[in-house]
């Protein structure tokens, strides 16, 4: 079992830049693909970004360039640094394990304002 504890979530302005962290809790965090999701009202959950075991990463075409993703095994925390933020980055962003099954946080809203 792994809990997902999100934070670092806000508001800011527009161009502007928030990191959001996501803490594990259990053993072998290092096996686990993380990823970070978002959901904005009335829209479905989407894919942000993502990184393996083994430090490969992908992202969503409308953050690629903007958003960095990162993870220190040592501290079981996976990171999203969010660079020129959109008002169409407001959304709650979510914490995700896979390694079989899926484990989710509880969610950090982030709002952009124009």
């Known amino acids: 079992q792994v809990q997902l504890v999100e934070s670092g979530g806000g508001l800011v302005q527009a161009g502007g830049s928030l990191r959001l962290s996501c803490a594990a809790s259990g053993s072998f965090f290092s096996i686990y693909t993380m990823a970070w999701y978002r959901q904005a009202p009335g829209k479905q959950r989407e894919s942000v970004a993502r990184i393996t075991s083994s430090l490969n990463t992908d992202y969503a075409d409308s953050v690629k360039g903007r958003f960095t993703i990162s993870r220190d095994n040592a501290k079981n925390t996976v990171y999203l640094q969010m660079n020129s933020l959109k008002p169409e980055d407001t959304a709650v962003y979510y914490c995700?394990?896979?390694?079989?099954?899926?484990?989710w946080g509880q969610g950090t809203q982030v709002t952009v304002s124009s």
């Open positions: 995700n394990a896979r390694y079989l099954t899926d484990f």
